[in-house]
């Protein structure tokens, strides 16, 4: 059977190939960030780690180059912009290039609604409102100038549906993190048809994640309950569950799939 005029036998055979990509990950010091990086790094992206804890991002980059990836850490802070400019300065002038930015970088505050402290909830949204805000706005400019760039946000089935835990301030959070991502990738989308760029934009959406950020809840009977019954698979997820789909979307097999919010929650919001 004949195929398309634009289909591509290269394309095919490389649409999953990372070597040489570079690739930044917020919160790269974190379970999920150690293992997005050390994932990339095994597919032959070269990854810089970045958070404000130094020390941690350190551990990251060790674990990564103990299996032979090539990974550097960079101190910085998502929600501030002269940072993130940095941040975006300092990795073109050591790897020439960037082409990839995830943004795992976040926080959550549970308190039953009624008593959510305004402090806490603003905190919650400016790391994980404004944090995804600031980088894509940094990396971003760089993409346009370069004239291609993923970016991959990190959001939450919380975003969609609530819970009985005290995720107002998370949940909120997130559901902006979502429009966010719609957002960006509308803009982007409309200007680079205009100027010559491909920016895409899409955010994965996780169920309770097994950490030990988690670990509490997950220990606890009565705390878990509410999330398994909700979960068709009847298990909340691993680490491995993630990985997947944030090389997928940072492949060139993603490159039509823009302004997406991809669940991977066992069936979570199906039901």
């Keep these: 059977m004949p195929m398309t005029e634009t289909w591509s036998n290269d394309f095919a055979l490389n649409m999953f190939n990372l070597k040489d990509k570079v690739v930044v990950i917020t919160g790269g010091n974190g ?44 101190a910085s802070d998502v929600t501030d912009p002269e940072k993130m400019q940095y941040l975006v300065d300092e990795v073109d002038r050591q790897f020439g290039r960037i ?27 400016n790391v994980n409102v404004t944090g995804t805000l600031i980088p894509c706005q940094a990396f971003g400019k760089y993409f346009m100038k370069k004239g291609h760039g993923k970016i991959v946000n990190t959001s939450s089935v919380r975003g969609f549906c609530g819970h009985p835990d005290g ?18 990738s509308t803009e982007w989308s409309l ?8 920016i895409n934009v899409n955010a994965i959406a996780p169920t309770l994640i097994k950490s ?19 979960l068709p698979m009847g298990r909340v997820a691993e680490t491995n569950d993630m990985v997947g789909l944030v090389l997928f979307l940072a492949a060139p097999a993603s490159d039509f799939i823009n302004g997406q919010i991809i669940y991977v929650d066992g069936g979570c919001t199906a039901g």
């Design 31 to 74: 379970t999920l960030g150690a293992a997005y990086a050390t994932a990339f790094a095994l597919h032959g992206a070269k990854v810089v780690v970045t958070a404000r804890n130094m020390r941690t991002l350190e551990e990251t980059v060790i674990s990564v180059n103990e299996v032979g990836g090539e990974c550097i850490a960079i």
């Design 99 to 125: 082409d990839i930015l995830v943004n795992n970088a976040g926080m959550a505050f549970r308190a039953p609604a009624e008593d959510m402290p305004a402090e806490a909830f603003n905190r919650v949204m």
């Design 167 to 184: 995720y107002s301030a998370y949940a909120a959070s997130k559901a902006a993190v979502d429009s966010l991502t719609k957002q960006l």
């Design 191 to 198: 200007k680079g048809a205009k100027n010559n760029f491909t």
């Design 212 to 230: 030990p950020l988690t670990q509490e809840i997950c220990d606890d009977p009565a705390r878990i309950a509410p999330f398994l019954a909700r």
